[in-house]
């Protein structure tokens, strides 16, 4: 149980002016001087409720120790300090959960209720403060410091006691809960203190407001308060019998709606129509921005008319939304770009191994924007294959730049109103992703990673791709339209960072407005360096691990990317380290011992068998030659093969081929049937021997004139019946006059040989220029040979 008000109204008011039985005495209660040498006071802790001098006031106690204190204070004839807690829901409050300033009282009689509580009604006589606590159990007891009322004798005094007493009688006649006698016993209080103490003691104040009025020293002050209190509490009284008169008419079931939505409708003609007070909080809102004079009066406009419109209107909540959404976009806002260089390469640098060229590139703008001080940011597209860290890169970008960073999924987008928005006269209308990313980082020149701009659809709601036209152009996002905004927006200042695996698949006009930096894969020594700096930690953390739970060095890295994956990022690696951090976590939740240090034969064992790296001995035979391709997925080597067989020369092929890899093949063979004697190979072959060529993996769709060399070195090493070198790729166009034409993504294509082991290159004398800003550490350990007719190529490829 706990200490709480549960006053009799009518019995404290007759017992506050000696109308009370002859049990309780009341007046036989007095501070004599015995009872003024008290210095020392037990505390009773109350909740819900203050307790005020010169007024009688019956507490409940349900606490064991507060019942001793009070027994015990009867018994001793003491006074009582009576304090309210600060937070009723505590059930033991400790000395700070008390407030200082406190009534002391007197018991008047004691009863004891049946189920154990007792019933102390006791008259109070001044207020104190808390000097000094000095014991807390069984109860607090304490040094107090009686307070003095200061009471002023001024006219002005007098007649706010008089207000008082007249809106006091206006309050009891409207109150319903509140009983007549309550007029009789304000008219017959003599003194104003008492008066003023008498009502702060039974008004419907709550406790902070009851608490700070006790504690208010000067008479004139507190009355003031009061009075205020007063006035608040007789104004909502008003306002609720004016609603209750307003719907108080014989009701029944099929009315119970409309006397709701009547109450409604009047609660909000007395806040002021509603439409006014949403009208002043988007006012407020709009006050924090900085927008031009242009937006200003949109939006006044825009804002009148959502005064005009009836709250319950169904257009009323569109514009009210539309103009949420206005106020909540972050006009004029920037977040301030940090211009330390230095500081930036050092993020990107330990946030990604490698990447050089985006590295070089976001130095570069921030250089010029430090200079100066202010330029359109550039729309950044980062080509490259999957795992490389484009979209990762992005997000370290953002904190070089100390900007915010959002990214915006592309990938299945089919609708045009994603990316525009939907006018807001539709069901469910809203704007689109480029001003929700605007809205979502709360500044107008955030970093936003476009996604996947390369897997974007087209379906029957417009074509996404085309919409981005307009968002991707720097000379036109200075003032960029959202359908459902209706207004310009200016995205001049956010950079965008594109992503994308394939640049084939984007519109050119798009593709036009971006600066595409192409990514290629990592080599097999930054992969390594990756993995040693950010996955194993990754993973580590992710499986519940410590730094000592396994170690992997370097042979055992290598050996994880040459054995187990074939790739240009680290996707499938990670996935690799994963499954090794799994396997360690294993034998630790099961209590296994193992051997911390990995090796190469355990990695085997965990990760399955090894795929084969020597490709010599598929090469082996004549007939068998690598190439090199480009896929969407970074550069990959691919087998090309032919076999002769008896018949009359005809051409078979077989492997899934696009009509470009097709018509290499043909050119491959009427080359050989124009140069056969220079090539070595006898006239009777080509008339009478069939000749089928087959690229295997025939599920891949396989396409470009890439292979063009490759097919025509295995033609003619089957003609001849020699073998082509081992370790030996190549990749090129060919012609009819034989000549040999350079071709794209030679990048990606020279790592893919790299992982494969393969040690020589045969490429067109042409794509000189692309090896060249290869950086070296990529090419070491191969040996690449220029071409420009096809006689070198055999020459160089055909065993002797």
Known sequence: ???????????????????????????????????????????????????FPQVITPITAGRKNSIRLIEEAQRNGEFIGIISQKNSNIAQPSEKDLYTVGTYAKIVKIIKLPEGNVTAIMKGFGRFRVKKMIQHEPYFKAEIAKLKDTLPKSEEFEALMENIKDLAGKIINIDPNIPNAANFAIKNISQPEDLLNFICSNANFDIASKQALLEERHLQKRAEKCYQLMHDDFRKLELRNLIHQ??????????????????????????????????????????????????????????SRLQRQHPNSPDYNVQRNYLDFFTDLPWGIYSKDVFDIVKAEKILNKAHFGLEDIKKRILEHMAVLKLKNNMKSPILCLAGPPGVGKTSLGKSVADALGRKYVRVSLGGLHDESEIRGHRKT?????????????????????????????????????????????????????????????????????????????????????????????????????KIEIAKRHLIKKQLDENGLNAKSYKLGNPEIRHIIEAHTSESGVRSLEK????????????????????????????????????????????????????????????????????LSNGKGNLTMTGNLGNVMKESATIALEYIKAKYGELGISEEDIEKKNIHVHVPEGATPKDGPSAGIAMLTSMVSSYKNKKVKPHLAMTGEITLRGKVLPVGGIKEKLLAASRAGIQEIILSEANRKDVEEIKKDYLKGLKINYVTRMKEVIDLAIEK
């Open 1 to 51: 149980m706990e200490e709480f008000e549960e006053i009799d109204f009518e019995n404290i008011l007759n017992e506050s002016f000696g109308m009370v039985t002859e049990e309780l005495n009341v007046d036989d209660i007095k501070e004599t001087a015995e009872n003024t040498v008290q210095k020392v006071f037990p505390i009773l802790p109350v909740r819900n409720m203050i307790m």
């Open 246 to 303: 307003k719907t108080s008419k014989d009701l029944d079931k099929q009315q119970r709606e409309y006397f709701l939505n009547q109450q409604l409708k009047t609660i909000q003609d007395e806040l002021g129509n509603g439409a006014e007070s949403d009208a002043d909080e988007l006012r407020k809102k709009a006050e924090k921005l900085t927008w031009s004079t242009e937006v200003q009066e949109h939006f006044d406009k825009e804002l």
């Open 426 to 526: 539709y069901i469910g209308a809203m704007a689109g992703r480029i001003l929700q990313s605007i809205k979502k980082s709360g500044t107008s020149n955030p970093v936003i990673v476009l996604d996947e701009i390369d897997k974007i659809g087209q379906g029957i709601h417009g074509d996404p791709s085309s919409a981005l036209l307009e968002v991707l152009d720097p000379e036109q996002n200075h003032s960029f339209y959202d359908n459902y905004l209706e207004y310009g927006f200016d995205l001049s200042r956010v950079l965008f960072i594109a992503t994308a695996n394939s640049l084939s698949s984007i519109q050119s006009p798009l593709l036009d407005r971006m600066e595409v930096i192409q990514i290629a894969g990592y080599t097999l020594e930054e």
């Open 576 to 643: 690799r380290i994963a499954s090794i951090s799994r396997w360690v976590a294993l034998q630790t939740a099961m209590e296994k011992e193992y051997d911390p240090k990995i090796t190469i034969d355990k990695i085997d064992e965990i990760l399955g068998i090894p795929r084969p790296k020597n490709i010599s001995e598929i090469t082996g035979v004549p007939g068998v030659v690598t190439g090199l391709a480009w896929t969407s997925v970074g550069g990959d080597i691919l087998f090309i093969e032919s076999i």
